[in-house]
């Protein structure tokens, strides 16, 4: 990376940190940054260490991976949105997406050792959090929720039984999955695919 661009991160790094982060300010800075490198500009910017490895996980889990920040540029996610990370690994996404947007951001991770770095990477956000928990069981309990995200957290039975707890929310909702084929839903219509992000939302709240 050249000394411009990391000279940049840490200048936004030292921002948050004092508490003086602007999503559209950080949006400006992440897109002055060429494609290639917003990755790793990302990462100098929220501190991310180097990760654990996994921990044993339930049957049908995936280990942890991380989402291009491009990706989480497309996300609909707007400032009044309360976003929701299913599986969400070291907390990398929930930190970006509120940094870029302003939205509320929760995590779910199962892994103990991923829940402590979400934690430590969002010790500056208090709009950012992390659940530790199974996400099959505590994802229905999440009512504030607008945007759920999903990336290949697991499938099968967990994935249906997911789906049929974000069923239940009583409000509209977006569900977005990542290289995720989704169980067809009577209550969730296909808004949008792109590069393998596919973009659902609820038709059935009130």
Known sequence: ???????????????????LHDPATFRAALLRVPRS???????????????????ELPRGCVPYLPCSVDVLLRLPVGPSDVFVDIGSGPGRATTLVHLVTGATAIGVEIQPA????????????????????DA????????SGTVFFLYCPFGG????????????????IRVCCLDLPLPS????ALDGE?????????????
């Open 185 to 188: 839903r009577p209550w969730l």
């Open 157 to 172: 039975d967990r994935l249906a039984g997911v789906l049929d707890d974000l069923e239940s929310i009583d409000r509209p």
């Open 136 to 143: 099959a069981q505590l994802v229905g309990s999440i009512t």
């Open 1 to 19: 990376m050249e000394p411009a661009h990391r000279e940049s991160a840490e200048i936004t790094r030292r921002s948050i940190e004092q508490g």
């Open 37 to 55: 490198l917003r990755d790793d500009w990302c990462d100098l910017v929220v501190g991310m260490p180097e990760l654990p490895d996994d921990s």
């Open 114 to 133: 991923l829940v402590r770095v979400a934690r430590q990477l969002a010790a500056h956000l208090p709009r950012v959090s992390c659940i530790e928990g």
């Open 194 to 206: 792109d590069g393998g992000l596919a973009i659902y939302r609820s038709t059935t709240a009130t």
